[in-house]
């Protein structure tokens, strides 16, 4: 992402933007969201359930995560969707929507066509919106709702209740850390230099298996929109497939979780930068916590591009489409 020989530092500290601060609040909010989980256990996904998790833009990466991690932990069959692709004649126990403002069309104009086929909870920043009036239950994460454009501790927030929530039915895969443990790292990736190898190159893509596909996912969308950077985001086993085609000197691969096996050596051929496992001076961290240091640089990658990353181009805090109609 460098534009110019000093723009490849790795101090991240500089930058004193509304998602900066909100970034660096994030261990705090899941803290928080974990805690608050036995106040909302009623509304949330029953042990056996078949659920579906829908939402746009962040929040639909957010809940391919979830739906991953509850079923790797045999909680139950959990589907993803973005809300405009909801298959709405599929049946399921419970739905739950996610959506920072309550105001986004899609998910409004999808819950009211579901009404009365399954319980729907919704997972907000603000109770007060429409969202609340096409739910059956609400739960409002007001305290990690943020003046920013660009999503950073809403998603993580509301995906840390849902995995605390799945803690606390049960042990969840044996890779995957606690909450608790995803903080602290979190407070790592947050005070750790950016990796310089990332930070200078013109282009990254960011891989991951599992439920770190969907971190993968994000990561590429926050470079995206607070810096208008190329970024591409692809399944790590699927990288072989086409993708690595683009890699070579001056680019960057970053993976989320456990690289496939071979993969290394392989990326290591064609001259890219490798990341995986976050590596270098920060050490192991949970993909949750390394998707904060995905949003450190996007807002450093803005910076260096004279980009204001809480106000990105053509982007507003919520889509409302006018006209639109259930």
């Known amino acids: 992402m460098s534009t110019s020989p000093d723009?490849?530092?790795?101090?991240?500290?500089?930058?004193?933007?509304?998602?900066s601060r909100e970034i660096a609040s994030q261990p705090d909010c899941w803290r928080r969201a974990a805690a608050s989980v036995t106040g909302h256990r009623d509304v949330l996904p029953q042990p056996g359930e078949r659920v579906a998790v829908i939402g746009c833009g962040t929040s639909w990466f957010m809940a391919?995560?979830?739906?991953?991690?509850?079923?790797?932990?045999?909680?139950?069959?959990?589907?993803?969707?973005?809300a405009?692709?909801?298959?709405?004649?599929?049946?399921?126990?419970?739905i739950v929507a996610?959506?920072?403002?309550?105001?986004?069309?899609?998910?409004?104009?999808?819950l009211a066509k579901l009404r009365g086929q399954a319980p729907v909870t919704a997972v907000t920043a603000d109770a007060g919106t429409p969202v609340s009036d096409v739910a059956d239950g609400v739960v409002e994460?007001?305290?990690?709702?943020?003046?920013?454009?660009?999503?950073?501790?809403?998603?993580?927030?509301?995906?840390?209740?849902?995995?605390?929530?799945?803690?606390?039915?049960?042990?969840?895969?044996?890779?995957?850390?606690?909450?608790?443990?995803?903080?602290?790292?979190?407070?790592?990736?947050?005070?750790?230099?950016?990796?310089?190898?990332?930070?200078?190159?013109?282009?990254?893509?960011?891989?991951?298996?599992?439920?770190?596909?969907?971190?993968?996912?994000e990561a590429g969308l926050k470079m995206r929109e607070a810096a208008g950077a190329w970024t591409e985001a692809y399944p790590s086993m699927e990288y072989r497939h086409g993708p690595i085609s683009i890699a070579g000197p001056g680019r960057g691969t970053w993976v989320f979780g456990p690289a496939p096996y071979g993969l290394a050596a392989e990326v290591a051929r064609t001259g890219v930068a490798y990341l995986a496992e976050s590596g270098g001076a920060v050490g192991d961290l949970d993909p949750l916590a390394d998707l904060v240091r995905a949003q450190c640089l996007a807002v450093h990658a803005a910076g260096a591009r004279g980009l204001d990353p809480d106000r990105p181009r053509a982007l507003s805090r919520s889509v409302v489409l006018a006209g639109e109609h259930a």
């Open 64 to 82: 391919l995560a979830y739906a991953e991690l509850r079923e790797q932990a045999g909680q139950g069959e959990t589907d993803a969707f973005a």
């Open 141 to 217: 994460l007001a305290y990690a709702d943020e003046q920013s454009v660009v999503q950073t501790r809403f998603a993580t927030t509301a995906l840390a209740l849902l995995r605390a929530h799945s803690e606390s039915q049960g042990p969840l895969p044996r890779a995957v850390r606690t909450i608790a443990q995803a903080a602290a790292d979190a407070e790592r990736a947050v005070a750790a230099p950016l990796p310089e190898e990332m930070c200078a190159a013109e282009q990254i893509t960011f891989l991951g298996d599992g439920w770190a596909y969907g971190l993968a996912l």
């Open 84 to 94: 405009s692709l909801f298959p709405v004649g599929r049946r399921y126990d419970r």
């Open 98 to 110: 996610l959506t920072r403002s309550g105001t986004t069309t899609e998910v409004l104009d999808l």
């Open 7 to 19: 723009s490849a530092h790795t101090s991240h500290t500089s930058h004193t933007s509304h998602t």
